[in-house]
């Protein structure tokens, strides 16, 4: 059955690619076997081993692809347990904390600064502007 399967997955791709893609038909093909059918999947290559039980069809991924898909489920176990681990940790602690004094002193520090240019900056605009201002002459009265 494994030597069935791994021949129509190689051989499937090669024989619909020109003729099953060009006429237009479905995603999948579907091949009849002695135990049920084998699903192709024609973009994909994924090849599903499938059973008609009760009127309706039934499909399961290949022993490769089901090997596949747990490492992948494995890996992205692993990578979930990481993060539930790094979010337990102290950094992530549930209660706020307030700031210590010396990050206090530090940001206030830092906004003084700020501040003290933004105002720097300002008064050099208004000395510009009372430079660049045109004199201003007195109207001539009309009566």
């Known amino acids: 059955m494994r030597k069935l399967v791994a021949g129509l997955a190689f051989l499937l791709p090669v024989l619909l690619s020109g003729s099953a893609l060009a006429e237009g038909e479905g995603r999948y093909q579907m091949e009849r ?13 994924e090849v599903s081993l499938c059973r008609e039980t ?8 290949a022993a490769d692809e089901r090997a596949a898909f747990e490492e992948e489920l494995d890996a992205l176990s692993r990578r979930v347990e990481a993060l539930e681990k790094a979010q ?12 210590t004094d010396e990050e206090i002193d530090r940001t206030m520090g830092i906004m003084e600064r700020m501040m003290q240019r933004l105002m720097a ?3 050099n605009l208004e000395g ?4 660049t201002a045109p004199q201003e002459q007195p109207l001539p009265e009309k009566t």
């Open 88 to 99: 337990k940790s102290p950094l992530w602690d549930d209660k706020p904390r307030l700031p």
């Open 54 to 61: 009760s009127g309706q069809i039934a499909c399961r991924m």
């Open 33 to 45: 076997t002695g135990e049920g059918f084998v699903r192709l999947d024609t973009v994909t290559g």
């Open 121 to 123: 900056i300002v008064k």
């Open 128 to 131: 510009e502007e009372e430079k």
